[in-house]
């Protein structure tokens, strides 16, 4: 060890020894970030990384070595030989870039220490190549135990350089990897200058073809730094990249790629950072925003134009933000807005009108001319004991009140709202209980001729008889059905039921029954209803399916070859409530309906309503040139009667004829197409009008 300092204080000068340190240390440094790109790298890219590594870890490892001996005081001339200095460097550079494969390649297995030992062995291979080109006046005389030496310093160091690198503890490894090479290439170097000792002898001449050693210095030096300048601007490039990647891909996932502003993602990252904050008498206002009509746009002129309204919203709606207000897209229709300088209710309902005044402008597609509105609940956190979570819940359920009233668009959010939202989720429940424990049952609708006044048919109708609160109107729990998605099994135990009641009538009567939007997108709908049939016995032509128009132009072409598939059934297809929706004449055209049925809402108005009386009038005219027959709900008066009769409406609905009632009150009609003696005082004003007549 004395000798080894020696050598390093007393034979060495020191500003050669300080440029060779400072070679090694840049090299180090540059050498090892190459090859930890190497170790994450794949394909080509590994083999690319591989190669900058090994030929900058060579390069400096040989520069090292050359810089230090230009520092090494010998008495007489010195020369390098040209051609055994050159395969010095070719050395240093194969081991090294050997070394750092077989590491980089060798998973987590023990190759990876291996490729750091043939790396510390190469740097020893190096040295005494280049010891074998360097020429002096004088015998040149090895101790063998020093040469050992620094080969087992070279090859446990260089293993621990990899090591720390392929088997990181924490992120502080990859500096001692650099030092482990730092030390294996210098304690290599000066071990093996150490084993080294001169005899100067004047009458040995130096050759001329050798390479004087400032040439061989500045050659070495101006090499080694322009391959290390190379392999740390590709390294600080690559860097840089990565990072300007990484940058673009936290953009691309905290944005909305439609509308461009911030998404769900970002919103809650928002939401969760800046509601821990609450200075100076300011809350945080948090605004759930649902458009209206918006799906009407998106069914009838198709995503295109939905897309081309919500890019045109969000662009008006985030260009009026203010400072400390923040808008996102959370999807679909649905944005929600924030704002932390909220101090009284007419800070947040400002807020929330000058964004629904942007979303109400109409918009300009392709010729058109589009208008939403848009429906807004704020809740407002005014204390550190709203989490976001409860902050966000407050918000929808304000949002589907201020959507569900018929005039106020915005609506705050207080604790009463939470009592109704209890009573629908334990409504939802309860119709889940309902079912099992035989709550549900049918009531029957006739359906009659216009002229004759036989009966023709009945409409199923779901009642439900609550334990507690007895009937319960499908006004109420229907939508709760639809939202929870729990329409789709009770549709199914209606169907199943009024199938089984239909079938052991003894007329054969037609038996309709509504189908929900979400019964018809099922794909399995056709092989139930068939099932239903079977199981039955009903007769599949007895069956009418009446399904609404919104339920087909959502998905056109699904709902198409789903009614084909009930109509190969043998089953009929009735638009139910036309009308009231988008009255599509490309529907009528394209869907195989074998029966319309116009709203109850223009036969109320035909006595009153000149534009009602229009509407059935044209719906009638409509319906006999596509031969497709027509029945009028809600009939209640003799007016209603000799209009649609006179208009050529052949079938009808309605109170006139009896209100709905369960099987029991139905038991004589099925047998019979007119009234018993005991049904008179309900329908006693349509039997004897069609007596009369």
Request: charged residues 20%; aromatic residues 8%; negative net charge.
């Amino acid at each position: 060890m004395l000798k080894v300092l020696e050598c390093l204080t007393i034979d060495h000068d020191y500003r050669y020894t300080a440029a060779a340190v400072f070679v090694c240390m840049l090299g180090s440094f540059v050498s090892m970030r190459l090859f930890s790109k190497a170790r994450l790298a794949t394909g080509v890219q590994k083999v690319n990384w591989l190669f900058l590594a090994g030929v900058n870890g060579g390069a400096a490892i040989w520069t090292t070595h050359f810089v230090a001996m230009l520092g090494y005081v010998a008495a007489g001339e010195v020369g390098y030989d040209p051609y055994l200095t050159g395969l010095s460097l070719l050395i240093a550079i194969t081991t090294t870039t050997a070394g750092f494969g077989i590491s980089a390649y060798g998973g987590r297995s023990v190759l990876v220490e291996a490729g750091g030992m043939i790396l510390g062995l190469g740097v020893a291979a190096m040295h005494y190549t280049g010891m074998a080109a360097y020429n002096v006046q004088g015998m040149i005389f090895w101790d063998q135990a020093y040469v050992i030496a620094s080969l087992l310093l070279g090859a446990v160091l260089g293993a621990l350089a990899v090591n720390r690198i392929a088997r990181p503890l924490n992120r502080f490894c990859q500096y001692g990897a650099v030092t482990f090479l730092i030390l294996a290439i210098a304690s290599m170097h000066y071990t093996g200058m150490a084993s080294m000792s001169f005899a100067f002898d004047p009458r040995i001449v130096i050759p001329e073809n050798l390479l004087p050693p400032a040439i061989m210095g500045g050659g070495a030096i101006a090499v080694t730094l322009l391959l290390l300048a190379l392999g740390l601007s590709t390294y600080v490039i690559d860097a840089q990249s990565t990072q300007q990647a990484v940058a673009r891909y936290r953009h691309l996932s905290l944005h909305d790629p439609l509308t461009g502003i911030p998404n769900r993602a970002a919103f809650i990252e928002h939401l969760n950072r800046r509601t821990l904050h609450i200075s100076l008498g300011a809350h945080t206002a948090l605004l759930s925003i649902d458009l209206d009509r918006f799906k009407e746009i998106n069914d009838v002129h198709g995503h295109a134009a939905g897309d081309a309204v919500l890019r045109a919203i969000a662009d008006r709606a985030s260009s009026v933000l203010k400072a400390g207000e923040f808008l996102a897209r959370m999807g679909g229709d649905e944005f929600v807005a924030m704002t932390h300088s909220y101090y009284t209710r007419a800070d947040g309902a400002e807020f929330a009108q000058r964004l629904i005044e942007q979303i109400s402008r109409p918009v300009e597609w392709n010729g058109q001319t589009f208008s939403v509105g848009a429906s807004v609940g704020i809740s407002v956190r005014n204390t550190g004991a709203i989490d976001a979570d409860t902050l966000m819940a407050q918000a929808d359920v304000a949002m589907y009140r201020a959507k569900s009233g018929t005039s106020d668009t915005i609506c705050f959010y207080d604790k009463s709202m939470d009592e109704a939202a209890r009573a629908r989720n334990a409504l939802a429940i309860a119709m889940r209980s309902g079912l099992a424990n035989n709550e549900f049952e049918l009531y029957y609708q006739q359906q009659n001729d216009t002229k004759s006044g036989s009966i023709v048919g009945f409409e199923a109708l779901l009642r439900w008889n609550h334990p507690e609160r007895g009937m319960v109107s499908p006004v109420e729990f229907i939508p709760i059905a639809e939202q929870t998605g729990f329409i789709v099994e009770l549709g199914e135990w209606v169907l199943r039921e009024a199938c089984a009641q239909a079938a052991r009538w003894k007329k054969s009567l037609a038996i309709a029954v509504n189908v929900a939007p979400q019964q018809l997108a099922d794909n399995d709908f056709p092989d139930k209803v068939e099932r239903i049939l079977a199981e039955t016995g009903l007769a599949p032509e007895r069956l009418e399916l009446e399904i609404t128009e919104g339920s087909i132009i959502a998905d056109h072409r699904h709902a198409l070859v789903t009614i084909r598939k009930l109509k190969a059934l043998g089953v009929k297809i009735a638009m139910d409530d036309y009308g009231t929706g988008y009255s599509s004449l490309s529907t009528l055209q394209s869907f195989p309906f074998d029966k319309i049925k116009i709203d109850r809402a223009f036969i109320d108005g035909l006595s009153t309503n000149v534009q009602s009386e229009a509407i059935v009038r044209s719906t009638l005219i409509l319906a006999h040139s596509l031969n497709i027959p027509v029945l009028a709900e809600g009939v209640e008066t003799k007016a209603h009667i000799e209009f649609l009769r006179r208009e050529g409406c052949l079938q009808v609905q309605g109170f006139f004829f009896g209100k709905p009632g369960p099987l029991t009150s139905i038991a004589n009609l099925v047998d019979d197409t007119f009234l018993s003696a005991e049904d008179e005082t309900e329908v006693t004003a349509g039997r004897r009008y069609f007596k009369a007549v």
